[in-house]
Nanobody
Framework: QVYLVESGGGLVQAGGSLRVSCVAS????????MAWYRKAPGKQTELVAS???????DYVDSVKGRFTISRDNAEKRIYLQMNNLKPGDTALYYCYADIRPYNSRSSTGYWGRGTQVTVSS
């Protein structure tokens, strides 16, 4: 069994900052690509940022220059530092990870339950 648990969400005023984090635990032989997604009311789920095992990151255009994704492979964590937040960033933020369990030859995608980020104007 694999678990992804997010934390760090909250309410912040526009222009403020938050850092959300996600920790993986359980049957994990290796953590591969990881990412943050978000789902706002009335909108489709959106890939916000992704990071490979070697730290190569990519971002959706709307957060470039404001958000930074990072990972700590030893701690099995990823982070999303969000600066200059805007009301349009309000959403439920989900952690995603490709994980190879022990005794498996392939990886599987896992999701956390999300952490709410609300940005007031």
């Amino acid at each position: 069994q694999v678990y992804l648990v997010e934390s760090g969400g909250g309410l912040v005023q526009a222009g403020g900052s938050l850092r959300v984090s996600c920790v993986a635990s359980g049957d994990i032989f290796s953590l591969e690509d990881m990412a943050w997604y978000r789902k706002a009311p009335g909108k489709q789920t959106e890939l916000v940022a992704s990071i490979s095992v070697n730290g190569s990151a990519d971002y959706v255009d709307s957060v470039k220059g404001r958000f930074t994704i990072s990972r700590d492979n030893a701690e099995k964590r990823i982070y999303l530092q969000m600066n200059n937040l805007k009301p349009g960033d309000t959403a439920l933020y989900y952690c995603y990870a490709d994980i190879r369990p022990y005794n498996s030859r392939s990886s599987t995608g896992y999701w956390g339950r999300g952490t709410q980020v609300t940005v007031s104007s």
